[in-house]
């Protein structure tokens, strides 16, 4: 599963609102008898250096009661993709 949601610049609001999208989508799981992995999550922000300076110092989320750090790399279908 992936998530993506946009992050407004010096907005603590918008990590709570990709916080409880995450949530949402892990009553879903449950729902439908399935488990959400915080272990196999990752987390990353993508943007300019400038953008990302600006956001909100704050940078984890909360995936099934677990906090995530976000980081500079994801891999997603064999491809690794940097934040800077």
């Given at each position: 599963?992936?998530?993506?949601?946009?992050?407004?610049?010096?907005?603590?609001?918008?990590?709570?609102?990709?916080?409880?999208?995450?949530?949402?989508?892990?009553?879903?799981?449950l729902?439908?008898?399935?488990?959400?992995?915080?272990?196999?999550?990752?987390?990353?922000?993508?943007?300019?250096?400038?953008?990302?300076?600006?956001?909100?110092?704050?940078?984890?989320?909360?995936?099934?009661?677990?906090?995530?750090q976000?980081?500079?790399?994801?891999?997603?279908?064999?491809?690794?993709?940097?934040?800077?």
């Amino acid at each position: 599963m992936q998530l993506y949601t946009a992050i407004r610049p010096g907005s603590c609001r918008s990590f709570q609102a990709a916080s409880d999208c995450v949530a949402d989508v892990q009553g879903w799981f449950l729902d439908n008898r399935m488990l959400l992995n915080p272990t196999k999550t990752d987390a990353v922000l993508f943007g300019t250096h400038a953008r990302r300076a600006k956001t909100y110092t704050v940078r984890v989320i909360d995936v099934a009661g677990t906090t995530v750090q976000f980081g500079d790399t994801v891999k997603l279908l064999g491809v690794t993709l940097v934040s800077r």
